[in-house]
């Protein structure tokens, strides 16, 4: 690779990661303690605030990270924070009940416990009770929500859906998001990246183009802390005008974008050596 290309590449990744950081900070000093200090009176709004925790999680621990050598955990980040935003459009928007959600919880629950019965221990008693008193409601979940995986498995996500599926469902109700063209260009490698041992990119991709692709892993991070803030702040009625502006100077404006196009390039060509291995 031309030096310059790579100066440019560590360059824009810097830039993304000082966006994250940017982004991270106002989520935790500000829309956090905000949204924890709303008043919640159902699941919907404690989900809510779950979700938008779990994401802030995530900003803690990006902005810590910003080395191209933490690429994993970039890509890692990136794909929990789009099922995140995906979530908040179907709950929030009214797409899917989360009634559904907490009957999938509670399935999860229940087959950790149906693997923990056996067995004269405490534990193994209280896993036996467990199961015992939710049966029925596992039953009648599959026949409410997944009538579909009755008898065939379980659900993985709690939709039954793939997450480029619910992806589009939550482009339905908020067009603007393009979650679907996001988990349609990027989900598959981020799951490269972040599942099992990461050699799938590894050979697919030299090392020194790996600032490219951490580099769109951080975009994605920022869109989505972007997106989650904006959802979460909307169910709780604290956004306004203010909160939008403050959102866009976080995140720099059109510096960012300019930066996607040359890092884009590199990721596309980390498929095509991939798709010639095959």
Same mark, same amino acid.
């Given at each position: 690779m031309d030096p310059e290309v790579r100066r440019q590449l560590v360059e824009q990744h810097a830039l993304f990661h000082r966006t994250c950081a940017s982004l991270a900070k106002l989520m935790l000093?500000?829309?956090?303690?905000?949204?924890? @200090?709303?008043? %919640? !009176?159902? +699941?919907?709004?404690?989900?809510?605030?779950?979700l938008h925790t779990r994401a802030a999680a995530w900003a803690h621990s990006v902005q810590r990270l910003p080395l191209v050598f933490d690429i994993q955990a970039h890509a890692a980040a990136c794909r929990s924070l789009l099922e995140i935003v995906i979530d908040l459009v179907l709950?929030?928007?009214?797409?899917?009940?989360?009634? %559904?959600?907490?009957? &999938?919880?509670?399935?999860?629950?229940? /087959?950790?416990?149906?693997?923990? @019965?056996?067995?004269?221990?405490?534990?193994a008693l209280a896993a036996r009770q467990f199961v015992a008193a939710n049966e029925q409601n596992v039953a009648a979940a599959f026949t409410t929500y997944w009538p579909k995986k009755n008898g065939k498995g379980d659900p993985q996500r709690w939709t039954a859906r793939p997450i480029r599926?619910?992806?589009?469902?939550?482009?339905?109700?908020?067009? /603007?998001?393009?979650?679907? @063209?996001?988990?349609? !260009?990027?989900?598959? /490698?981020?799951? &490269? !990246?972040? +599942?099992? !041992?990461?050699?799938?990119l590894e050979r697919a991709m030299p090392e020194h183009e790996w600032p490219g692709l951490s580099g769109l892993a951080l975009h994605g991070v920022a869109s989505m802390l972007e997106h989650t803030m904006q959802l979460a702040l909307q169910h709780f009625g604290l956004f306004d005008e203010t909160w939008a502006q403050r959102i866009s100077v976080a995140r720099s404006g059109g510096r960012v974008e300019a930066a996607v196009e040359a890092l884009e390039a590199i990721a596309r060509r980390a498929e095509t050596s991939l798709e010639g291995q095959e």
């Open positions: 000093e500000e829309a956090q303690p905000r949204i924890e @200090a709303a008043p %919640m !009176s159902g +699941h919907l709004d404690r989900s809510v605030y779950g709950l929030t928007q009214g797409a899917e009940p989360v009634e %559904m959600l907490l009957e &999938w919880e509670r399935l999860c629950k229940f /087959r950790e416990a149906e693997a923990a @019965a056996a067995g004269q221990t405490a534990a599926e619910d992806a589009k469902r939550a482009d339905l109700k908020l067009p /603007r998001l393009r979650l679907h @063209a996001f988990a349609a !260009s990027e989900y598959r /490698r981020l799951c &490269w !990246s972040t +599942h099992g !041992s990461g050699l799938v």
